[in-house]
Nanobody, 125 residues
Framework: QVQLVESGGGLVQAGGSLRLSCAAS????????MGWFRQAPGKDREFVAA????????YYGLSVKDRFTLSREDATNTVYLQMNSLKPEDTAVYYC??????????????????WGQGTLVTVSS
């Protein structure tokens, strides 16, 4: 099983940008579809984005589409989430996710095989 470590969270003003990273170790990174979810205080976990094993398919949640960009770099076993035009409602703990099945992350959005520990993003108004 792959292990995931997120980084890059922090405090940013509304309209600003952050880039989250998710470093994977363990089993072959290219065997996993990757994604991000987030959870704000008192709210359910929300799908953010997912990328297939090949990188050819990328899905975004409606609330982040056109503002966030997901990419993967298999050479370094890392997934990046570039977040632009951040809003206070983007404040949440962001979790990296991995699963051999892209559909589990991108469509079903539950029962994902591997989760990271999360990184906090706070957007001030």
């Amino acid at each position: 099983q792959v292990q995931l470590v997120e980084s890059g969270g922090g405090l940013v003003q509304a309209g600003g940008s952050l880039r989250l990273s998710c470093a994977a170790s363990g089993r072959i990174f290219s065997s996993y579809a990757m994604g991000w979810f987030r959870q704000a205080p008192g709210k359910d976990r929300e799908f953010v984005a997912a990328i297939s094993r090949s990188g050819n398919s990328i899905y975004y949640g409606l609330s982040v589409k056109d503002r966030f960009t997901l990419s993967r770099e298999d050479a370094t076993n890392t997934v990046y989430l570039q977040m632009n035009s951040l809003k206070p409602e983007d404040t949440a703990v962001y979790y990296c996710a991995a699963d051999p099945d892209f559909r589990s992350i991108a469509v079903v959005r539950r029962d994902v095989e591997v989760w990271g520990q999360g990184t906090l993003v706070t957007v001030s108004s």
